[in-house]
Each structure stands twice: as structure tokens, then as C-alpha cells.
């Protein structure tokens, strides 16, 4: 019997082949189109728009109220002192900042459809 070496398997060598083949089709592949009509994907992004909207207002809200959240009574502890509030603050205003991007983004598709 004849010994195989790892490196010069037959196996490795026809699958390095049809990787190298694979890759080589991809920049040739078209890109994926959506399969409704112009006026259904404009109803779409107005309604994404939308919804992007309402979260942007519902996240913009909460990070006020967490942030002007205090006790008036001088033996009570204040929300801002705990790690785990700000913690949450912070992820609802970066999330609330990135919505105001996507907003923008769905403003620009809708204006070039």
C-alpha cells in the first residue's frame, strides 16, 4: 500500500480547486434586487421611516426621564449614583444617536426612490 502524505492529498488538492473557483465567480454574481414595485418599496421605507421615528421618540423620552430622574429628600439616594443606571443611560443615548442616523438614512432612501 502507498502511503499518503497530508500535504499532497488528492482530496485537499480538488477542494482547494473548487474553492479557488468559487471565489473566482463571486465578483461576477449580480446583486440581489427587491422583487416588489417602486411605489410598494416607497410605501415600505415610509412605513420603516415611520417606525424609526416613533422608537427615536420613545428612546429620546426615556433618556430624559432617566436622566432628570432625582430624589427631592435629602436621605434618599439619587439613580446617577449607581453604576448599572448609568450603564443604561449611556446604551439609551447612543441607541437613541444611532437612530437619528437611520432616520436620515430612510429619509435619503425614500428621496432617491
Do not use: Q
Amino acid at each position: 500500500m502507498e502511503k499518503r502524505s497530508r500535504r499532497g492529498d488528492s482530496g485537499t488538492t480538488a477542494r482547494r480547486e473548487k474553492a479557488r473557483r468559487t471565489i473566482a465567480l463571486l465578483p461576477h454574481r449580480k446583486m440581489a434586487r427587491p422583487k416588489c414595485l417602486p411605489a410598494e418599496l416607497r410605501h415600505l421605507n415610509i412605513l420603516i421611516l415611520i417606525l424609526r421615528f416613533a422608537s427615536f421618540c420613545f428612546l429620546l423620552v426615556a433618556a430624559v426621564f432617566m436622566a432628570s430622574n432625582s430624589s427631592r429628600s435629602h436621605d434618599s439616594h439619587s439613580w446617577l449614583h449607581f453604576p448599572t443606571f448609568r450603564y443604561v443611560l449611556a446604551a439609551n443615548s447612543i441607541v437613541a444617536i444611532y437612530s437619528l442616523f437611520e432616520i436620515r438614512a430612510a429619509v435619503r432612501e425614500i428621496l432617491k426612490s
